[in-house]
């Protein structure tokens, strides 16, 4: 079997507007019983899915944090202030006629404008959990290819989804892991017949837009045998210029992972901007012989932001090859760290990984960690570890200020110039956003 | 209009009356100016009270030893925040720089080629240069691209530089000699009213320096003062000056023509400094 997957995730804390909330249904604050049936009955979930959420409020509440190495900034969430479900009154809409004004305004303001569709196979975008736009590009559809929210796979195409539905991610594997199985929605179900390559990225672009509302999006992507997909996914929560760092309120906690068969090859993008502490570490199991798994991220910790990310790598075939590039940059008092596990069993041969990690310090109070955990048992296996640390100097800085540009100018230059290589083997348009939210971020940290 | 030794005095109040047409007229509206400059850094005096006027049109040296403040004035010029400015003036077009920021300085029309350029690790050539040039178009203009590599890449053939350069990280793992090249390259690009070259001869070969002679040379004209700042009168082969003054201990002590390099090559900085006690002076 030979797939391969891309995946893009971009998680924004950039965005200094907001428009009034306009939301219909709401399951209010708090997590109990209610809450989970509230979001079925809204959703119209098929019987086995109420109980897949049942199951996971269950677990969510019998497991206890994470403590083995989760930052104690974890303990201030407080779960009974948060809001589960959100949403507009609007049903998806497809056409982009149909998004309502406000909406497409903060899009507009987000860079996703009209013409930027034209790049973009599909795209899906959701306001706060409910997808209101979605617009598939004909060829996709008639490629066979499925890209809907996930309520609507998982009840128009159950026979697709619910083989792998929870299987990659189980209820079980951490504690919020299961609060995601308790009260997801939306998200992308995507499938992709054997043999299609599809060209462009499919794209969701999706929002939060209302205060200690927690976004507990799913999402699954199937790549049939030698068929080929990338799809990028990015998420801007609303700054008031007035309340400082509102979106440094978001705790962004995500579990991502590939399961990569015989000859497939996983790719992850991953870049996290913004949030007070983002814990992601997307991970590739190569469950078959010469499966690839790859992950490139790209973190930025702010003043007051605690970015820990990295990667997991489960070797559990012959000949199967790893690679994580990862790259940080701490501004002010934030901080980067960085969290890898590489794990290659002893009854393996032939396995390869290679992990490369840079830290970009930009101020004398930024902080980066390095936690590296590799496990290689067995003969005829080879890791090899790379890392960095550097700065931007301040005579660097005034070099370039003495050609013109703004102190803020300078740094977003350095930045982007620390992340350049990295940067170039990502899809154009994700590298053209990536960069004008490092200048936006730096514009906001100088001066 | 060179003054003679021991002129000074008049010179200096030539200098503050300069906006007023008179004998001493001084035309400050198209010159970089430093009045009686004083700069500490970690509490040592390291210019002290040093003047200077470079018209729009004219090439002036400063030659001196190591550790006269050649440097410092250079930075300081371009204001780096380092160095603390304890009096004195430093002026472009009438405009005061002291109050305003490198990047503004430098959007105003000032360029300094660095001694020891920095590296921009990751940062292409073309991109740095696009930079610049954009941070000098008026709000909401873009910069047209194939214009700006026309001009990049006539640029390059002047200085001898292959075009693959454009795609190099700034600096970075740069010979000396690329480096100043570089410098000289963003010097031909963005085009400033006064450019202060510092040190920009130090570790060229022959063949290099006559290149960037060449460039610096292509560059002269009535729309730009240049400061050359060297430890040696070699470069001053290459580069006639019109002005040239001699910097001893942070002040200027001797000025005179292109001539004066030549005598001063032959007899040496004790020599200028044994001039310090009675100072020269001049535009």
């Known amino acids: 079997m030979k797939t391969n997957t891309k995946a893009v995730d971009i998680n924004r804390g950039i965005g200094d507007f907001a428009y009034p909330e306009r939301h219909v249904r709401d399951a209010g604050i708090g997590l109990s019983e209610k809450t989970v049936h509230y979001i079925s009955d809204v959703k119209e979930d098929p019987d086995w899915v109420r109980e897949f959420r049942l199951r996971g409020l269950k677990t969510f509440l019998e497991k206890p944090l994470p403590t083995h190495w989760a930052s104690k900034d974890l303990e201030a969430i407080d779960f009974d202030k948060i809001r589960y479900y959100l949403a507009p009154g609007t049903a998806p809409s497809r056409s982009w006629d149909e998004v309502p004004e406000d909406i497409k305004r903060t899009f507009e303001r987000l860079g996703i404008p009209e013409q930027e569709r034209k790049f973009l196979a599909g795209v899906e975008a959701q306001f706060d959990s409910e997808a209101v736009y979605s617009n598939i590009k004909k060829a996709v559809g008639e490629q066979g290819v499925i890209f809907v929210g996930s309520t609507e796979g998982l009840k128009n195409h159950p026979e697709i989804f619910r083989k792998w539905f929870g299987k990659v991610i189980p209820i079980g594997d951490n504690k919020f892991s299961a609060l995601n199985s308790a009260v997801f929605s939306g998200g992308s179900f995507i499938y992709v017949p054997p043999g299609v390559k599809v060209k462009h990225p499919l794209q969701a672009y999706f929002r939060i837009n209302a205060e200690n509302f927690g976004q507990f999006e799913r999402t699954l992507i199937i790549a049939d045998e030698g068929s080929e ?219 | 209009m060179p003054l003679r030794a021991g002129r000074r005095k008049k010179a200096e109040a030539a200098l503050a009356s300069a906006a007023k047409p008179g004998i001493f007229w001084v035309p400050e509206m198209n010159a970089l100016v430093v009045k009686d400059l004083h700069v500490t850094i970690a509490g040592q005096e390291i210019v002290r009270g040093l003047s200077l006027v470079v018209p729009r049109g004219e090439v002036h040296a400063i030659m001196g030893p190591n550790g006269s403040g050649k440097s410092t004035l250079a930075k300081v010029m371009a204001g780096h925040p380092d160095y603390e400015i304890t009096a004195g003036k430093i002026a472009m077009d009438d405009q005061d720089l002291l109050e305003l920021e490198p990047d503004e300085r430098a959007r105003l029309g000032l360029f300094l080629a660095f001694q020891y350029p920095s590296e921009v690790p990751g940062v292409t050539i073309a991109n740095f240069l696009r930079a610049a040039v954009q941070a000098r178009l008026p709000d909401g203009e873009e910069l047209e691209a194939t214009d700006f590599y026309a001009r990049l890449y006539e640029k390059m053939e002047l200085l001898g530089m292959d075009r693959s350069f454009t795609s190099r990280a700034v600096n970075e793992g740069f010979s000396g000699g690329e480096k100043k090249r570089t410098e000289i390259l963003q010097l031909a690009m963005l085009e400033p009213k006064y450019a202060v070259l510092d040190e920009t001869d130090s570790g060229l070969d022959i063949d290099a320096l006559k290149t960037v002679a060449h460039g610096v040379n292509s560059l002269r004209g009535p729309d730009i003062g240049i400061l050359l700042i060297t430890h040696y009168q070699r470069i001053l082969n290459y580069i006639v000056p019109d002005h040239v003054h001699v910097m001893v201990q942070g002040r200027i002590v001797r000025s005179g023509g292109k001539e004066l390099a030549l005598e001063l090559e032959e007899r040496g900085y004790d020599w200028a400094r044994d001039g310090a006690a009675e100072p020269a002076f001049t535009r």
């Open chain 1, 229 to 447: 997909v990338t799809y990028m996914e990015g998420c801007t929560a609303p700054k008031f210029i007035t309340v400082q760092n509102w979106s440094s309120n978001v705790f962004n906690l995500v579990t991502k992972r590939g399961l990569a068969h015989e000859d497939a090859e996983v790719k992850w993008i991953d870049c996290n901007i913004g949030s007070r502490l983002t814990m992601k570490y997307p991970g590739v199991i190569m469950k078959g012989r010469k499966a690839r798994g790859e992950v490139f991220s790209i973190a930025l910790a702010n003043d007051g932001q605690h970015q820990d990310t990295g990667a997991k790598m489960i070797h559990a075939a012959d000949e199967t090859t790893s690679n994580i590039i990862s790259k940080s940059i701490s501004i002010g008092k934030g901080r980067a760290t960085y969290r890898g596990l590489v794990h290659v069993p002893k009854h393996l041969k032939h396995c390869k990984n290679n992990t490369e990690c840079d830290a970009l310090l930009i101020n004398s109070t930024s902080r980066t960690d390095t936690y590296p955990a590799i496990t290689v048992r067995g003969t005829g296996n080879a890791v090899q570890h790379e890392a960095s640390v550097s700065q931007v100097s301040s005579e660097q800085i005034f070099y370039m200020q003495q050609r013109g540009l703004t102190e803020a100018q300078a740094m977003s230059l350095s930045v982007n110039g620390f992340v350049n290589d990295l940067v170039r083997q990502f899809p154009m348009e994700y590298s053209v956003e990536l960069k004008r939210l490092i200048e936006l971020e730096m514009e906001g940290s100088v001066g």
